[in-house]
């Protein structure tokens, strides 16, 4: 079964850029499936930061895209988070999960976040 | 503010029934997917598409959709359900994912 396991700095000054890696095991990063990132700032709600595709299409979230970039090596089965002008805003979990979807038998498309890495934090602070 | 809505808190009384609802206009077109989580670990999925539910998911979890609005149902809520659970589906455009707000589910 496909696991994910995040990696990188707990503290990036602010200004600088907070860089994080997920590295996927048990399963190939070029299979039909978007990898994402979210991010949890503590005691609030999920954010959608952006998603990947291991031909190196992607997606941002509209209010973090100027500031965003994933990218995916697929020789080391990983993908990589760049976020760069953190502030303290920025300090939060960051998590990284698979998107699949799949079309039900009705026609309609059905999608999820499955399986999801066990989150880092990263603390933006001088 | 989230283009997903949903109740910031809901309380049940244990063996109970409670739903959790998700409202946004995206619905009309997506289905939603449940997350549970507990503190200090990372969400889980426990409802996709129009009413699955992942392996190892009990089956008091549920799940329905009505116009813009998705609906999460436990069954005979127990103690070990106290979580926050979070929707997910997409904006208004359909291009980008998005969240509920969440909701802190207590049994009591």
């Known amino acids: 079964q496909v696991q994910l396991q995040e990696s990188g700095p707990g503290l990036v000054k602010p200004s600088g850029t907070l860089s994080l890696t997920c590295v996927v095991s048990g399963g190939s990063i070029s299979s039909s499936n978007w990898w994402s990132w979210v991010r949890q700032p503590p005691g609030k709600g999920l954010e959608w930061i952006g998603e990947i595709y291991h031909s190196g299409s992607t997606n941002y979230n509209p209010s973090l895209k100027s500031r965003v970039t994933i990218s995916v090596d697929k020789s080391k089965n990983q993908l990589s988070l760049n976020l760069s002008s953190v502030t303290a805003a920025d300090t939060a979990v960051y998590y990284c999960a698979r998107w699949y979807w799949q079309i039900a038998a009705t026609g309609t498309m059905e999608d999820w976040f499955d399986p999801w890495g066990q989150g880092t934090l990263v603390t933006v602070s001088s | 503010s989230s283009e997903l809505t949903q109740d910031p808190a809901v309380s049940v009384a244990l063996g109970q029934t409670v739903r959790i609802t998700c409202q946004g206009d995206s619905l009309r077109s997506y289905y939603a997917s449940w997350y549970q989580q507990k503190p200090g670990q990372a969400p889980v999925l426990v409802i996709y598409?129009?009413?699955n539910r992942p392996s190892g998911i009990p089956d008091r979890f549920s799940g329905s959709s009505s116009g813009n609005t998705a609906s999460l149902t436990i069954t005979g809520a127990q103690a070990e359900d106290e979580a926050d659970y979070y929707c997910?589906?997409?904006?208004?455009?359909?291009?980008?994912?998005?969240f509920g707000g969440g909701t802190k589910l207590t049994v009591l």
């Open positions: 997910n589906s997409r904006d208004s455009s359909g291009n980008h994912k998005v």
């Open positions: 598409g129009k009413n």
